[in-house]
T-cell receptor, first 116, second 116 residues
């Protein structure tokens, strides 16, 4: 069974640009979450999507947005990039709605964004 | 809001020695608890989880953790460290946010070094 796939793995942007990151969840998983990882702040929750709807959102500015498609694939977008947006962006999928659901997440390898 | 505290951002052990990584959490409800491991330039991999039942949880690669409600702790141990255990370890608590949505709150991480 294929794991969570994130593209691109690495990218470099300049301040003011925008970026779109893509995530394909594990087959059958309908929930996709996004996390930002930085050395200073650690792992922080961005948002979660389920059935094409944003179900939960972390404390990030409106420049950070996302969406989910009918096949459960998700994208996140960051507009007007700032230096502080340099981070590893991790996507995770899960299969909620089952009796064993505990919030366990399956993570991709991440997209490392560098903003110059 | 839930929080997770990992004592010690860096821990060094000799190969073959006991590994002990500490995690304390705050939660107003019975939590679900997780330990994840992250190798360089990779995503997070689940080591083990506590949901309900037995408080001593066994995971992959010889790791185990014990849930102690009275101490609000979920420390990770391994009897004998191996060089391949060198990585960063994250403790997380699951925060049910309603409508079936789960959000993981992570500790800051503990980087484990294994000395030959």
């Amino acid at each position: 069974k294929a794991g969570v796939t994130q593209t691109p793995r690495y990218l470099i942007k300049t301040r003011g640009q925008q970026v779109t990151l893509s995530c394909s969840p594990i087959s059958g998983h309908r929930s996709v979450s996004w996390y930002q990882q930085t050395p200073g702040q650690g792992l922080q929750f961005l948002f979660e999507y389920f059935s094409e709807t944003q179900r939960n959102k972390g404390n990030f500015p409106g420049r950070f947005s996302g969406r989910q498609f009918s096949n459960s694939r998700s994208e996140m977008n960051v507009s007007t990039l700032e230096l502080g947006d340099s981070a590893l962006y991790l996507c995770a999928s899960s299969s909620p709605g089952t009796s064993t659901n505990t919030g366990e997440l399956f993570f991709g390898e991440g997209s490392r964004l560098t903003v110059l | 809001a839930q929080s997770v505290t990992q004592l010690g951002s860096h821990v060094s052990v000799s190969e073959g020695a006991l590994v002990l990584l500490r995690c304390n959490y705050s939660s107003s409800v019975p939590p679900y608890l997780f330990w994840y491991v992250q190798y360089p330039n990779q995503g997070l991999q689940l080591l083990l989880k506590y949901t309900t039942g037995a408080t001593l949880v066994k995971g992959i690669n010889g790791f185990e953790a014990e849930f102690k409600k009275s101490e609000t702790s979920f420390h990770l141990t391994k009897p004998s460290a191996h060089m391949s255990d060198a990585a960063e370890y994250f403790c997380a608590v699951s925060d049910p946010s309603g409508a079936g949505s789960y959000q993981l709150t992570f500790g800051k991480g503990t980087k484990l070094s294994v000395i030959p």
